[in-house]
């Protein structure tokens, strides 16, 4: 399991950024590529568009956090290198010129100055080619142990994926739902006001929200016998029926909270401003998207509006 602040399948910082050398340029560019890319940028100390290039690719690299690694190599202090390089077909006869390797071999390569977003662009299509460091089977795991009660453990691999990945969704959404799980209601809530802008809409997050909506609602739901004795006494009394779905649903009898609210709206859509509908959506988000009670019960629901 991952701990807190650990990385998974990143390098140390000072792994990511190298000095090459016709001696290390086996292990560090050929060796190194096989399990991520590795950009090597051939430069100069008199080429005034590689002291321009050269930090840019360096902070294009420490964004990506271990998922590429750089090597720079001084052509004019590694000459027998250069030229072993370019007799093997690279164009390194204008620097500075960039060259990615991945499993030992080039994949992608770049001359002169470009953008930074330019930069960002040529990196990104490098992380893809290395996968993801393992956090996708990461995310597997949290799953996993969530739904096997180890609601800790998984709220401490959720969070070690946030350290690597802050605008991961799906690792931000079930961090909030290991603290529901918990019974953390506000920090499951103040974990997801802590989103950042690109992710503070994502259905994983949304879901959460419905959760949290729904588990206020259980601290306060009335006693079941009783709320289905004034509903079975009164089929008309829509407050009556609207509290016995919350309580079915604090009991997890979801399937039937959501039969009771699907009643209540074919009675009277409009009561209590569209309440049924607005609870039946709060039900069908929380739910996972594929859940046959949320495909169902929007089906159902659908019917009744068109009807």
Same mark, same amino acid.
Not at 91 to 111: E, N, Y
Not at 138 to 156: I, Y
């Given at each position: =399991? @991952?701990?807190?602040?650990?990385?998974?399948?990143?390098?140390? /910082?000072?792994?990511?950024?190298?000095?090459?050398?016709?001696?290390?340029?086996?292990?560090?560019? $050929? *060796?190194?590529?096989?399990?991520v /890319?590795?950009?090597? &940028?051939?430069?100069?100390?008199?080429?005034?568009?590689?002291?321009? %290039?050269?930090?840019?690719?360096?902070?294009? #690299?420490?964004?990506?956090?271990?998922?590429?690694? =750089?090597?720079?190599?001084?052509?004019?202090?590694?000459?027998?290198l250069?030229?072993?390089?370019?007799?093997?077909?690279?164009?390194?006869?204008?620097?500075?010129?960039?060259?990615?390797?991945?499993?030992?071999? /080039?994949? &992608?390569?770049?001359?002169?100055? $470009?953008?930074?977003?330019?930069?960002?662009?040529?990196?990104?299509?490098?992380?893809? =080619?290395?996968?993801?460091?393992? @956090?996708?089977?990461?995310?597997?795991?949290?799953?996993?142990?969530?739904?096997?009660?180890?609601? #800790?453990?998984?709220?401490?691999?959720?969070?070690?994926?946030?350290?690597?990945?802050?605008?991961?969704?799906?690792?931000?959404?079930?961090?909030?739902?290991? !603290? #529901?799980? =918990?019974?953390?209601?506000?920090?499951?809530?103040?974990? %997801?006001?802590?989103?950042?802008?690109?992710?503070a809409?994502?259905?994983? @997050?949304?879901?959460?929200?419905?959760?949290?909506?729904?588990?206020?609602?259980?601290?306060?739901?009335?006693?079941?016998?009783?709320?289905?004795?004034?509903?079975?006494a009164d089929?008309?009394?829509?407050?009556?029926?609207?509290? !016995?779905?919350?309580?079915?649903?604090?009991?997890?009898?979801?399937?039937?909270?959501?039969?009771?609210? @699907?009643?209540?709206?074919?009675?009277?859509?409009?009561?209590? *401003?569209?309440?049924?509908?607005?609870?039946?959506?709060?039900?069908?988000?929380?739910?996972?998207p594929?859940? /046959? $009670?949320?495909?169902?019960?929007?089906?159902?629901?659908?019917?009744?509006?068109?009807?």
């Amino acid at each position: =399991m @991952l701990e807190l602040g650990q990385t998974q399948g990143a390098a140390a /910082p000072a792994d990511l950024i190298k000095d090459g050398t016709e001696r290390t340029f086996m292990a560090d560019v $050929i *060796d190194g590529s096989q399990e991520v /890319p590795v950009i090597v &940028d051939f430069w100069a100390t008199w080429c005034g568009p590689c002291r321009t %290039l050269g930090p840019m690719l360096e902070e294009a #690299v420490k964004a990506a956090k271990g998922k590429v690694k =750089m090597v720079k190599i001084d052509v004019d202090k590694e000459q027998r290198l250069a030229g072993a390089l370019a007799q093997q077909g690279l164009p390194l006869q204008s620097i500075p010129t960039v060259v990615a390797f991945f499993q030992g071999r /080039p994949v &992608d390569m770049f001359q002169g100055a $470009i953008p930074q977003s330019q930069i960002k662009e040529f990196v990104n299509r490098l992380t893809s =080619m290395g996968g993801d460091g393992g @956090l996708a089977e990461a995310l597997e795991a949290a799953e996993q142990m969530l739904a096997e009660g180890a609601a #800790v453990d998984a709220a401490q691999t959720f969070a070690a994926i946030l350290e690597e990945e802050p605008e991961n969704a799906a690792a931000m959404g079930g961090l909030a739902r290991a !603290y #529901v799980a =918990m019974g953390e209601i506000d920090q499951a809530e103040g974990i %997801l006001n802590t989103a950042p802008d690109a992710i503070a809409k994502a259905p994983e @997050l949304e879901a959460v929200r419905a959760q949290i909506a729904l588990a206020r609602q259980a601290a306060k739901a009335g006693p079941l016998a009783e709320l289905q004795a004034a509903v079975d006494a009164d089929p008309s009394n829509h407050q009556a029926r609207f509290d !016995y779905a919350q309580a079915l649903h604090a009991a997890g009898k979801v399937q039937e909270a959501v039969d009771q609210l @699907l009643e209540l709206f074919r009675r009277d859509r409009e009561w209590n *401003d569209g309440a049924a509908k607005a609870q039946l959506f709060t039900i069908f988000e929380a739910l996972k998207p594929q859940d /046959p $009670i949320a495909l169902n019960g929007r089906r159902k629901l659908s019917s009744l509006i068109f009807a």
